[in-house]
């Protein structure tokens, strides 16, 4: 399309610094023929200590007609843990049906790493996105008691896991290594791992070109940081997900580098990108924050809209402006000024 019509959440803590930068050089990187249209989205701790809002009904009608939606992060200190993530951001995935969050590693250059020097590390992360433990299924009894009892069921759906696993194989396929990395825990959660192997093994048919592996959870954290070149595409739930991501993107080059894209692949829904880390109040208000991150996030988001040489161009600026990192501290506008000024030329 020659115009985008962007929603932005800016959200908590370093939120709004890293997307002032993520706009910033996503804007210099169009064409000039494209045309940027942003409207801003006053959600988040703020909003929540002024009116009790998260996210009202009207405010997701709204979003729902933009063509995609860049986001900060969410969480902070003086909100109810869970408040904000819940009712704020997974209320988005849910609600716009992003059941492919993806999590692209590479092995970034001059970066503090255990695996500088690995240049063989490509590899993404496709974590379910609407099911498993975030669904919100469970409850607690006699709370705050010591008789308390608490649940947090996990769901799985033959739906939902076939939807993401199959979208998995097409990206694999789509890949020169070819492989498929099914990452659970199906010794233990026998009810909800057998689903994802029959489900891995059943698709997996309709792929032979694409290898299919499978590891446990505990020993996939090993061979991420001892093996990383063995994977290629990881296909996983969203808890596992999630914590496998963080794990990535620090032994990648840390986790102000690490782009997600929460996506609806029917395109039914506007698609969200974000960085992997959140709100990260031990740093906000001091222009610490890597803003790389969502940099990289909002390639992501160009090229899903399908502006494949702006979404290049960023990539190639990042991987630039890191080669020049010399390991002097710079400012979050430092950073975003030094990518945007490459993108434009
Ligand atoms: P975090 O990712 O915010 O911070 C973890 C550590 O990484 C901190 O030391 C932080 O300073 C550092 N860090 C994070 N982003 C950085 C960046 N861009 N540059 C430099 N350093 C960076 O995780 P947390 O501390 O567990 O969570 C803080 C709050 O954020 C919580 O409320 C949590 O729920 C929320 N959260 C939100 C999202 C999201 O909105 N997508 C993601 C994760 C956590
Ligand atoms: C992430 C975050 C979120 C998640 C939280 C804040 C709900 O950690 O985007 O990785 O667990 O998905
Ligand atoms: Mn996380």
Do not use: C
Not at 98 to 117: E, Q
Not at 209 to 227: E, K, N, P, R, S
Request: aromatic residues 6%.
């Amino acid at each position: 399309a020659r115009s985008i019509d962007l929603a932005v959440i800016p959200g908590d803590g370093i939120g709004p610094e890293v997307v002032a930068e993520g706009l910033k050089v996503l804007s210099a990187a169009l064409p000039p023929d494209v045309k940027l249209a942003t409207t801003e989205y006053d959600l988040g701790a703020r909003r929540w200590h002024a009116t009790g809002e998260t996210l009202p009904d009207a405010e997701l009608d709204q979003l729902r007609g933009h063509d995609a939606i860049l986001l900060g992060a969410v969480g902070d200190p003086g909100v109810p843990s869970g408040v904000l993530e819940r009712g704020l951001l997974l209320k988005l995935r849910f609600a716009f049906d992003h059941y492919v969050n993806l999590r692209p590693s590479r092995l970034f250059p001059n970066t503090a790493t255990p695996l500088a020097g690995r240049p063989d590390i490509d590899f993404v992360v496709v974590r379910e996105g609407t099911e498993g433990p975030y669904v919100g299924n469970g409850g607690s009894m006699r709370t705050g008691t010591p008789a308390e009892v608490a649940t947090e069921v996990s769901l799985n759906t033959a739906y939902g896991v076939e939807r993401v696993v199959r979208d998995a194989f097409e990206r694999a396929a789509a890949r020169p290594a070819k492989k498929l990395t099914l990452v659970h825990k199906n010794n233990v959660l026998v009810h909800a791992g057998h689903l994802w192997s029959r489900t891995v093994e059943r698709v997996g048919a309709e792929y032979p070109g694409v290898a299919t592996d499978y590891l446990h959870v505990d020993a996939a954290t090993i061979f991420l940081v001892t093996q990383p070149e063995r994977f290629d595409v990881i296909v996983t739930d969203n808890l596992f997900g999630d914590i496998l991501t963080d794990l990535a993107a620090a032994v990648t080059g840390g986790i102000g580098l690490a782009a997600s894209g929460n996506i609806n692949p029917t395109g039914a829904f506007p698609s969200m990108f974000e960085p992997v880390h959140g709100s990260a109040p031990d740093i906000a208000g001091t222009g610490k924050a890597d803003p790389t991150a969502t940099v990289l996030s909002a390639a992501l988001l160009l090229r899903h809209l399908g502006h494949e040489a702006a979404a290049e161009k960023i990539e190639d600026a990042v991987t630039a402006d890191l080669a020049e990192r010399d390991g002097a501290p710079r400012t979050t506008s430092a950073i975003g000024d030094a990518l945007a000024s490459r993108v434009a030329v």
